[in-house]
Structure formats: C-alpha cells, structure tokens
C-alpha cells in the first residue's frame, strides 16, 4: 500500500460546479496535511494546509480532514476554467517526513 | 522576496556526462529539499537539510547522486555519471520551520540524459 494515494483522473467539472478532490494515507500518526496546485510546466504551490480535525475553509476551498479513516479531501466550489491543474496532497508522516501523492489531474470545462 | 531560485532551468546532456543542479532557497528558511518529478514515479523527495545538515537521504536513489548544501544559501545536486533514466525535473523547496512547515518551491530543472 502506497503512503499517499489520490486518484489520477482526469476528474471532469463543468464550470462553476464543484470539485471534489480526495487523498488516503496510511500512516495513522500523521500530523499535517497540505494540498499544492500544479499547472503544467510549473512548480508546486501550496493553495492549503489543515493540522487538526474538521474543516478549513479558504475562499472558494475547503478542505476536509478526517483521522479516523485516515482521508482529506479538498472541495473548490465555483469552479473555474483557470483551476484546471493538477492538485497534489502532501502528508507530513509520524516520522517527520513530508511524503506527496501522485496527484490528481481536473478539468474545469467552459 | 525572489523566492527558489534553481540554475539552470534546462540542462540537455549525455549520458556519462556529469551534471550539477543549483538551488538559492529563500532568505531565512531552514530547510531545503531537493525533489524529482517523473510521469511514471510523481513527486519524489531525494534529500533534505536542516541548518544545512543532511537529515534524510534515504531518497537517493543510488550513489552517482550526491548533494551538498554548504551555507544557509547555496545547494547543489550532483549526478555523476549521468544516465537516460535520470530524465525528469528536478525541483528546490525551502521552508521555514516555524510556519507549519510549508514548502515553497523553485521553477525546476528540466533534465533530459541522452
């Protein structure tokens, strides 16, 4: 069992729906969690983080965390054309080590 | 700030060749990584340092890669020998250790080993 999984997509959205982006990992001692956005030929940036239980919410994001069946999930509503990237989900392990998933690809279609 | 900062930004070489892989990570931050993107493999962490010591290398993926950090502003990853399953890009990440840890990443190294 991988550490991290996310499904690779594409996952498919018409505009201004929403988008739901889900990530497993393994490690039930995990501390952090972050979600990074990619374009393509870009770098990784980081569009959020959630250290605790619940939610968070940022903007059209939310982020979603639950530790007893060890997923996060990161909903965008209001999709736009513009949020077409790949979104990575990046977990810090019990053993202080940052470890991403493959990445999940979206699709915002006009 | 400038932010990551990595030389070169395309490296085209031959296999046998060797080939060294520059990062400035951000002014203040504690810790840099050093990743490797590929298609088949993602995201993979190689090395990473804190204070400019090596903490985890476990990620290295065998001994023609080396990397050095030698001050708080300079890193440096080496593949020596070169060879075509090297290809990938290779990104630079620094954070600092009192922000939730958040790493922000270089432009990337596009390597391609022929």
């Known amino acids: 069992q991988k550490e991290v999984e996310q499904n690779s997509g594409p996952l498919s959205v018409p505009e201004g729906a929403i988008a739901s982006l889900n990530c497993t990992y393994s490690?039930?001692?995990?501390?952090?969690f972050f979600w990074y956005r990619q374009y393509s030929g870009k770098s990784p940036e980081l569009i959020m983080f959630i250290y605790s239980n619940g939610d968070k919410e940022d903007g059209r994001f939310t982020a979603q965390l639950n530790k007893a069946s060890q997923y996060v999930s990161l909903l965008i509503r209001d999709s736009q054309p513009s949020d077409s990237a790949t979104y990575l989900c990046?977990?810090?392990?019990?053993?202080?080590?940052?470890?991403f998933g493959p990445g999940t690809s979206l699709s915002v279609i006009p | 700030d400038a932010g990551v900062i990595q030389s070169p930004r395309h490296e085209v070489t031959e296999m046998g060749q060797e080939v060294t892989l520059r990062c400035k990570p951000i002014?203040?931050?504690?810790?840099l990584f050093w990743y490797r993107q590929t298609m088949m493999r993602g995201l993979e962490l190689l090395i990473y340092f804190n204070n400019n010591v090596p903490i985890d290398d476990s990620g290295m993926p065998e001994d023609r890669f080396s990397a050095k950090m030698p001050n708080a502003s300079f890193s440096t990853l080496k593949i020596q020998p070169s060879e075509p399953r090297d290809s990938a890009v290779y990104f630079c990440a620094s954070s600092f250790s009192g922000y939730q840890e958040t790493q922000y990443f270089g432009p990337g190294t596009r390597l391609l080993v022929l």
């Open positions: 002014s203040g931050h504690d810790y």
């Open positions: 490690d039930r001692g995990s501390q952090s």
């Open positions: 990046a977990v810090k392990t019990s053993y202080d080590k940052v470890i």
